[in-house]
């Protein structure tokens, strides 16, 4: 929460923010891979508190639904500066675990509500 706190003093940093949670997603996942992206994300997701729901809403996407903020209290003092962290880790967990997926969508809803939704869009396979 401090650190949150104090991004609130210089919101142009945000763009470092996301820069700085891209390296963490990769330093979360896993060296080698054992199961489908989709499961390796959820179970990321899963570790750091966000109780997932996936979704395949059309073929090649799918939806994580968080049920479950961790860092509501960090969101409270600056949702822009928490909310595009998890963005960059996600980003950085995709970079590592499906690189050809693309981050299509990323919104962040009420912490205290919960429901934030990241949509990945898959990308073309290797023939």
């Given at each position: 929460r401090w650190l949150a706190r104090a991004l609130q003093r210089d919101p142009d940093r945000l763009e470092a923010v996301e820069a700085v949670g891209r390296e963490v997603g990769r330093e979360l996942a896993p060296e080698v891979p054992s199961g489908s992206p989709a499961q390796l994300l959820a179970d990321a997701f899963t570790a750091l508190g966000f109780a997932p729901r996936t979704e395949t809403p059309a073929p090649g996407h799918r939806?994580?639904?968080?049920?479950?903020?961790?860092?509501?209290?960090?969101?409270?003092?600056?949702?822009?500066?928490?909310?595009?962290?998890?963005?960059?880790?996600?980003?950085?967990?995709?970079?590592?675990?499906?690189?050809?997926?693309?981050?299509?969508?990323?919104?962040?809803?009420?912490?205290?509500?919960?429901?934030?939704?990241?949509?990945?869009?898959?990308?073309?396979?290797a023939g």
């Amino acid at each position: 929460r401090w650190l949150a706190r104090a991004l609130q003093r210089d919101p142009d940093r945000l763009e470092a923010v996301e820069a700085v949670g891209r390296e963490v997603g990769r330093e979360l996942a896993p060296e080698v891979p054992s199961g489908s992206p989709a499961q390796l994300l959820a179970d990321a997701f899963t570790a750091l508190g966000f109780a997932p729901r996936t979704e395949t809403p059309a073929p090649g996407h799918r939806r994580y639904v968080l049920g479950n903020c961790p860092y509501r209290e960090a969101v409270r003092e600056n949702q822009p500066a928490v909310c595009t962290l998890h963005r960059g880790i996600t980003q950085g967990l995709l970079d590592k675990l499906e690189p050809g997926a693309k981050l299509a969508g990323f919104v962040a809803r009420d912490p205290f509500q919960a429901g934030c939704l990241i949509d990945i869009q898959a990308g073309a396979r290797a023939g």
